[in-house]
């Protein structure tokens, strides 16, 4: 903001300058255009007059004096110009003259004046209107960051009537809420986890407990006879099968969706997917020196959440920039039936056969990852997705490449 009013003092003394320098030419142009130029002229003539008589006069070459009358003529005392007297070795001369209208500069002067004012009037109020109803609220959203970086997600962010920032307020308001849901679903995910091991510690306690009794009743020789041993054994063996249980729990608890992933069912064209996609990716492919085209395509409705199917491709997208070669990315689009498949695939795959079936699990990363940060989780996200839109996403490797297709239902 201070930036801000700086360059508008640096505005205004610009036109007090500019304001200054236009009054200063007007004044010069007084100075030379402001007496009286015919008086020269008339000078001029007498002195030719005086010299050489009237008959050497020659009014062809002068801008002001059209006439001259010598005192006696009819027409001496009759003139409909402006005119002036002389006496010329006794004798009267009315010397006739047109004076140029010259610019009345005062008036000018005042009229420049005026338009300069309006003007650096005008400007100034642009500029504190932008102050005032751009510049300070967007100052206000400067904090915005830092709260949610810190963790502060209760306050919204208050809404301005100038409704420069409307969006960009909802947006951040949006998220806000989004982040505190999050926060909220997390921590009441590690109340349930928390809970479920509690319990199943507790249920694991009875049957273990068992077992170490007949382990070390077996182990004093307590029982001899070979019924009760098997019988024991037979014990053993279902308290073995109940921790099992229990371990299975634990195991299908990690498993169960952990992401809520929520899909709003639309109605979109392909091309509004498409252009999203190479409006967010083409430049940062240039940048990156990698080859990117998109296939061909007849546009049709798609039945999806155009917002999730954008956050599909762009996982794949991702996908295919971390763990490419960075040469080529080509997004191909084809019909079947009554889908259309949105295939990306990329150069430089060194994922093996064996490891292409888990590439869709969560937290799963291939041996090609190499010193790539991530959580395993884009592709598992990507057939979530999907598959909540009705759709479908595989994968398949060919020679030096990978494809991953999604595939979106038509309308």
């Keep these: 903001m201070k930036s801000y009013d700086k360059m508008m003092v640096g505005v205004i003394v610009v036109m007090l300058l500019i304001g200054i320098g236009v009054n200063c030419s007007l004044a010069a142009f007084d ?14 003539i007498a002195l030719v007059i005086e010299t050489d008589g009237p008959d050497a006069v020659d009014l062809s070459g002068c801008d002001y004096v059209t006439k001259i009358e010598s005192y006696g003529s009819d027409d001496f005392y009759n003139s409909s110009s402006d005119y002036c007297i002389r006496e010329i070795k006794g004798e009267l001369y ?22 300069l004012g309006v003007m650096a009037l005008f400007i100034v109020i642009v500029m504190l209107v932008i102050r005032h109803r751009v510049l300070s609220p967007f100052t206000e959203l400067t904090n915005v960051p830092y709260e949610l970086a810190k963790g502060n997600l209760t306050v919204p962010l208050k809404e301005h009537k100038s409704r420069f920032f409307g969006r960009f307020v909802w947006g951040v308001n949006l998220l806000r809420e ?41 182990e004093k020789g307590l029982y001899t006879q070979e019924e009760i041993q098997s019988a024991i054994a037979e014990a053993i063996d279902e308290k073995a099968d109940e921790i099992e249980d229990f371990v299975s729990e634990i195991v299908q608890a990690s498993r169960e969706d952990f992401l809520s992933l929520e899909v709003d069912m639309g109605e979109y064209y392909l091309s509004e997917v498409i252009s999203r996609i190479c409006n967010y990716y083409r430049e940062k492919l240039a940048l990156l020196q990698t080859e990117f085209t998109v296939g061909a395509y007849v546009d049709c409705l798609l039945k999806a959440d155009i917002d999730r199917s954008e956050e599909v491709l762009q996982n794949i997208m991702e996908n295919a920039i971390k763990y490419g070669d960075g040469r080529q ?44 940060s991530g959580s395993g989780l884009g592709l598992y996200i990507c057939r979530q997705l999907m598959h909540k839109m009705g759709g479908e996403v595989f994968a398949e490797l060919g020679e030096n490449f990978m494809t991953v297709t999604a595939v979106f239902v038509k309308v």
């Design 178 to 218: 989004t982040m505190e849901e999050q926060k909220q679903r997390e921590l009441q995910l590690q109340r349930d986890k928390k809970t479920l091991l509690l319990s199943l510690s507790h249920d694991i306690k009875t049957p273990l407990s068992a077992i170490k009794l007949y382990a070390k009743a077996l």
């Design 31 to 44: 100075d030379a255009y402001g007496g009286r130029p015919w008086l020269v002229e008339v000078n001029r």
């Design 329 to 372: 990315i080509e997004i191909g689009i084809s019909e079947e039936a009554d889908c259309i498949l949105l295939a990306v695939k990329n150069s430089g795959c060194s994922l093996s056969e064996s490891e292409l079936p888990h590439v869709f699990e969560s937290f799963w990363r291939g041996s090609n990852v190499k010193n790539q």
């Design 94 to 115: 009315r010397f006739d003259y047109s004076a140029r209208i010259l610019p009345d500069l005062k008036q000018m002067t005042l009229v420049v004046n005026l338009a």
